[in-house]
């Protein structure tokens, strides 16, 4: 039998979602925690990686089992899971469904603080110093649409680089800019490097032409450093 799982986290201590061999990913805390609970070896399948220091409000991962548990008893796992890792929903799917494979599209969000972070709040925004909002305002349109992504991430052999953007919009609220994607899918640090690339824009030390300039060139070292990991999130995943 074939389950889907909807998992939130905290990534700040954690060197992403995928197991690793030089740190300790989200995904080996999981499996681990499973193993306790069902005394089994169950293997997850994630929807996509997430970075070190990156968050998730709802990523996505399936998994197979013999068993046959009610859902209430799956989500036991959180018994055996640190806080800052939670199985929020677990359902029966049909053999073919893959996280990853089956995924339509995704939406991300960029956290950017109007003040100073506190020790509170810090690993969940970042804050940039005479950052002017103004004209990241109108460059992000320029990401919506189909466009070659391969200057806005790193390389990945045999990974596409032509990515749909289907929106991107800016949330304020008292404390925060609030920069959300939605797109059918992401490379490794896309997000984190438009953004790099948005605040030089909002610190005036890049033009917004730049944006197009990186499309026709797949030039990388045109965009703005990559934006650190702490403010962006995972947020919802459309199958």
């Not at 060197?15 to 990913?25: I, K, S, T, V, W």
């Not at 969000?109 to 506190?118: F, G, H, L, R, W």
């Not at 640090?189 to 890049?206: A, E, N």
């Not at 917004?208 to 060139?217: A, F, G, L, N």
Request: charged share 25%; proline share 3%; hydrophobic share 35%.
């Amino acid at each position: 039998m074939r389950y889907m799982a909807v998992v939130s986290y905290d990534g700040s201590v954690y060197n992403g979602f995928q197991r690793q061999n030089n740190g300790l990913g989200i995904q080996e805390v999981i499996e681990k925690a499973f193993r306790n609970m069902t005394q089994t070896e169950i293997k997850i399948h994630s929807a996509g990686r997430t970075d070190k220091g990156v968050h998730a409000i709802g990523q996505v991962f399936h998994f197979d089992s013999t068993l046959n548990m009610e859902t209430s008893d799956w989500l036991r796992i959180n018994d055996r899971l640190p806080l800052d890792i939670r199985i929020k929903k677990i359902k029966r799917v049909k053999p073919d469904f893959h996280a990853r494979h089956s995924a339509k599209s995704k939406i991300y969000k960029y956290v950017i603080a109007k003040n100073p972070s506190t020790v509170f709040s810090k690993n969940y925004e970042v804050y940039i110093r005479n950052l002017n909002i103004e004209p990241m305002k109108t460059a992000i349109y320029d990401f919506v649409g189909t466009h070659d992504f391969k200057g806005f991430s790193q390389f990945v052999k045999d990974k596409p680089t032509i990515k749909t953007i289907y929106q991107v919009s800016i949330k304020e609220s008292k404390k925060h800019y609030t920069f959300v994607f939605h797109g059918n899918s992401f490379l490794k640090y896309m997000v984190r490097s438009m953004m790099g690339t948005l605040i030089q824009i909002g610190l005036g030390k890049k033009d917004p032409s730049v944006i197009k300039q990186i499309y026709d060139t797949n030039d990388r070292s045109l965009a703005g450093k990559t934006a650190e990991a702490r403010g962006l999130f995972l947020v919802k995943i459309f199958y």
